[in-house]
């Protein structure tokens, strides 16, 4: 027996009628507009809202989420996601967020077998094994996931400067920068890893850097 959904219509009538009565101009403003100054790449994981996360109203963030926010450069997806944020919405801020206690990274670290997502998760082991020693001095099991979910943030951060879209953009003098940040489920708060970037080279030198970090 299927579960109903009925309810999450339900939902969506009285949140419709909420907003309407709070302000009778919020989905007509929504319709006439996109202009968002932000990208968010973030983890499909249900409880990181990326809106939510930063006080901001839908058409403020336009929003790129997958399995323990990876980019890389064979991933379509990804990849037209951000052209159009920087081509067409001239985005000034990309931000890639990771979360503590993600659940891709926790099994990248362990080598968990999950099934098809175990070729996803390799991109996230091949930033495990080359920062390996430094994550093995980290005693316990959950601080070294914590660890490797910031690095692999960070190191996202380098793979979406390096793609032919940020490098084109920043060729022509366009204002986009990239940011890593990684959020906490447990307070809420948003960590700044300290790897912003206006050029590649910026990139791989404040990686390079926030990595050797203890």
Known sequence: MHQSIEHLF??????????????PDYFR?????????????GCSDSRVPANQVV????????????????????????????????????????????????????????????????????HIQDVRDRHLDRLERIDDPAARANRLCELNAMHQVVNVCQTSVLREAWQRGQNVTVHGWCYSLEDGLVRDLAVSAGSREEAVERYRDAAERD
């Open 29 to 41: 403003r929504l319709v006439n507009q996109q202009t968002p100054e932000y990208l968010w790449i």
């Open 55 to 122: 006080g901001l109203a839908p058409g403020e963030v336009f929003v790129h989420r997958n399995i323990a926010n990876v980019v890389v450069h064979t991933d379509l997806n990804a990849l037209s996601v951000i052209h159009y944020a920087v081509e067409m919405l001239r985005v000034k801020h990309i931000l890639v967020v990771g979360h503590y206690g993600c659940g891709g990274v926790k099994a990248a670290m362990n080598d968990n077998k999950t099934g098809l997502t175990d070729n996803w998760l390799r």
């Open 10 to 23: 339900t939902n969506n009538k009285n949140w419709s009628e909420r907003m309407h009565a709070e302000d």
